[in-house]
């Protein structure tokens, strides 16, 4: 096996570990609300699936409001790149994938992505960044993968999807390309099947470049 010619990046939990920040944002939001703040370990268990499904989950059952997620995007918007960081060994990875098709497939909002992709130096890596918004239908719907392998005109055959999250395997699995699991990340993978399982990121050289030692 010589690699892969397209990878295909989850954001959060997976290049970068925002769970701090957006912990922040969420207990700002329930602190207006006269809500006591959420263990950082309780938001890590909310992410992944947008954030209108990250909101709802922070908020008692019934208490949810369409203007509770945009106060909430609004108060993130202001700690965004506080405390997020690119994980160690993540700009190593990408080094070595020049030549290669790289996109960013997330179901973050696309403007707070392209955000944190430029105040973390990585946009430069990703020609191709879907946000939440960007498709009619987000992950673990596979149209997001279908359409950044449309516009890198890459093969599906030829592709990996990276991410730390069921909703990334699923999307994956779903559009016809390899996965591969992040055990890192803020997700987990909730008994879906994967190709590669990655307990670090300096495991994906090996996993994924296994010609590059």
């Given amino acids: 096996m010589s690699g892969f010619d397209c990878y295909l990046f989850d954001l959060d939990g997976t ?30 268990s909310y992410v992944g699936d947008g954030a209108a499904l990250l909101v709802r989950r922070a908020l008692p059952e019934g208490r949810y409001h369409e203007a509770h997620l945009q106060r909430f995007l ?20 990408l080094m ?9 497939v997330t179901n973050k909002p696309l ?17 191709v960044v879907l946000g939440g918004e960007s498709c009619a239908a987000k992950k673990p719907d596979p149209q997001p993968v279908l359409e950044a392998l449309r516009l890198l005109d890459a093969s599906a055959q030829a592709a ?6 069921h909703t990334d395997l699923r999307a994956g699995r779903s559009a016809g390309v390899k996965t591969c699991f992040c055990a890192w990340g803020i997700g987990q993978d909730g008994g879906e099947p994967c190709d590669f399982r990655a307990e670090t990121p300096a495991d994906l050289t090996r996993l994924l470049l296994p010609e590059n030692p």
Avoid: C, W
């Fill in 111 to 127: 403007g707070f992505s392209l955000t944190l992709l430029d105040g973390l130096d990585l946009r430069r890596y990703f020609p």
């Fill in 15 to 44: 290049l970068v570990d925002s769970a701090a920040d957006l912990a922040t944002g969420i207990n700002l939001l329930r602190g207006e609300l006269a809500l006591p703040p959420l263990e950082l370990t309780t938001v890590r």
């Fill in 74 to 93: 609004a108060l993130y918007a202001e700690h965004l790149l506080e405390q997020t960081t690119v994980y160690p060994g993540i700009r190593e990875f």
């Fill in 96 to 104: 070595r994938l020049e030549g290669k098709q790289l996109a960013v």
């Fill in 160 to 165: 990996v999807m990276i991410g730390d999250h």
